[in-house]
């Protein structure tokens, strides 16, 4: 895995999306559900079912874990590449929380997606680098109190 990645602002991990993943052969059916998320995506899909689906923020490298929240935000950004035909809406919303409970008040608005291919991102979300881990400058968003995709 690469650790170079060392992302500053939402542009940048839009970039980054639009790169294919690594292709690999899930060997588990085991259904793994985050306790705590950075991010949520809400998607309203054209046969009128709602669903939810949460950042995996945490990564494993050489045994240690990491908080990687950048591509936990990019993973959700693939997935609704990836479903684009078949929602009516889709909004990443993020958290201030830092528990990031998934039960916790997903507040900021971070990318908004119609039907129609129109998507708007909150350009004051940023990460920065603490140690080994990429976070979300949640502190950056609270002093500017842009939490809302305008």
């Known amino acids: 895995m690469n650790r170079t990645n060392n992302f500053q602002n939402i542009g940048e991990i839009l ?17 793994y559900k ?3 998320a950075r991010f949520k995506l809400v998607v309203w899909f ?13 990564i494993y490298f050489n045994g240690s874990p990491i908080q990687d929240e950048a591509s936990g935000l990019m993973k959700l ?3 609704v590449e990836k479903i684009k035909d078949k929602y009516k809406n889709a909004i990443i919303y993020g958290t201030m929380d830092p528990d990031k409970s998934v ?13 129609y291919g129109t998507q708007k991102a909150n350009p004051n979300i940023n990460f920065k680098t ?21």
């Open 103 to 115: 039960k916790s008040n997903y507040c900021i608005e971070v990318f908004k997606y119609n039907m």
């Open 34 to 36: 985050p306790q705590a």
């Open 46 to 58: 054209k046969n009128n079912e709602t669903r939810y689906f949460y950042s995996y923020d945490t």
């Open 130 to 150: 603490e140690q080994k881990n990429v976070i979300f400058d949640v502190e950056r968003i609270k002093y500017l109190n842009k939490i809302k995709i305008e």
């Open 77 to 79: 950004i693939r997935y």
């Open 15 to 31: 970039q980054q999306a639009k790169q294919e993943p690594r292709d690999y052969q899930k060997q588990s059916t085991y259904k």
